[in-house]
């Protein structure tokens, strides 16, 4: 862990219980004296707490000092991803993360199935235990759009992956914005509205799944 999440992280005492407390003091067995560090995800601070004292189900904390430390990528990228199976986008998720991607925009595209439901309460919690794995210092952003056109209203600049002679590699400077498709692709309306010279593709014959793309995307756009 780089640092431990809690909202409260900046009041001058605070307060810790649940998940956190078992991970500091029963899995870390973190003792009175100990200084940890803590983020609340609404600023860029660190903040550096000292345990003073500990109970059965419950410690307190004392606020030390804090640091201003901004862990980000080094440029923005939104991905526009066409809805999959939940359980494969929480799995995908975190390495998402810790690519650096800015922002992701689930989209019901045509062949996305009706019966998929997207929760942003779990994956925001999914994306907090990433930051706290990988140091970075926001959270992920997370938007729906109800279709590919209701996506292109927003991120109008927005490419397409997608079988093309025009490779990613080529692109990637140009590219801050990316829609990713589900399984089946994109249909032939979908198609329509990108221009062909905002679709673009990789290097290979081989049919990749959804997770798959939107990895190998991100990488190499943004590492």
């Known amino acids: 862990m780089q640092y431990i999440y809690d909202k409260e992280a900046s009041s001058p005492i605070l307060k810790i219980e649940g998940e956190n407390y078992k991970y500091l003091f029963r899995v870390r067995r973190k003792k009175i004296?100990?200084?940890?560090e803590f983020r609340n995800l609404n600023d860029n601070n660190i903040y550096y707490?000292?345990?003073?004292?500990?109970?059965?189900?419950s410690a307190a904390l004392e606020l030390i000092f804090k640091e201003e430390k901004e862990v980000l990528a080094n440029r923005d990228l939104t991905i526009g991803w066409c809805i999959i199976e939940p359980k494969i986008i929480e799995k995908t998720l975190p390495s998402l993360n810790e690519i650096g991607v800015s922002k992701l925009v689930f989209i019901r595209c045509a062949y996305s199935q009706a019966n998929f439901k997207i929760k942003k309460d779990r994956l925001e919690k999914i994306l907090i235990n990433s930051n706290q794995q990988c140091g970075r210092s926001n959270l992920m952003q997370i938007e729906f759009a109800s279709s590919l056109f209701d996506y292109l209203?927003?991120?109008p600049q927005s490419f397409l992956l997608n079988f093309s002679k025009t490779y990613i590699d080529d692109k990637k400077d140009e590219i801050k914005s990316i829609v990713v498709g589900c399984e089946g692709g994109f249909s032939d309306?979908?198609?329509?509205?990108?221009d062909s010279q905002k679709i673009v593709g990789f290097k290979t014959?081989?049919?990749?799944?959804s997770e798959t793309?939107?990895?190998a995307a991100?990488?190499?756009?943004m590492l």
């Open 189 to 194: 309306d979908e198609l329509k509205l990108f």
């Open 205 to 209: 014959p081989l049919i990749l799944r």
């Open 153 to 155: 209203q927003k991120y």
């Open 49 to 57: 707490y000292k345990v003073v004292s500990i109970d059965k189900k």
């Open 213 to 215: 793309a939107i990895l």
């Open 33 to 36: 004296g100990d200084i940890i």
């Open 218 to 221: 991100a990488s190499k756009i």
